[in-house]
């Protein structure tokens, strides 16, 4: 599973998730949804109903600091999910329950705007600030070309503490 695309930020409110459903609706093709629900995680604030509506819209993928359920058909939906893990318990949906959408949140000791970009895969997400895209792009770049250079060192019988001059 692979995501890549500019965040929509999305702040929650503990066991609600009707500000997840009001980015579905304003969300752009493409967007991930990057979502904190103030930790929380005792709730299923993403399931199978909210994957096909994002799926049917385009949207790139969910990224959020909370549970999900109906995780056998998330996975086979084909629709990036990120999340702490799966639980069953329901949300309510207040409609003046406190949340935004489109504003700066913090996860962890992260600040994600919307605009960022979102890149993730097995391995975890990352959020790239939009003015250090390039910067960060050429450093990945310049890294990859190396580790394909030591891996063909690697293949000709070279150790790794030869490659890296641990010896």
Sequence with gaps: ??????????????????????????????????????????????????????????????????CVRDGDELATSGFPVFSCGRAIRGTTKVVDAAGHVGQPIVIGDITVASGDLVVGDADGVVVLARDSVQEVLAAAGAREKKEASIAGALRQGRTTLEVYGWE
């Design 1 to 66: 599973m692979r995501v890549c695309g500019p965040a929509l930020t999305v702040q929650g409110a503990p066991g609600d998730n009707l500000w997840l459903h009001r980015a579905i609706a304003q969300a752009r093709s493409g967007e991930v949804l990057v979502v904190t629900v103030g930790g929380a995680h005792e709730f299923g604030y993403w399931g199978g109903i909210m994957t096909t509506a994002s799926v049917a819209r385009g949207l790139g993928g969910l990224v959020i600091e909370g």
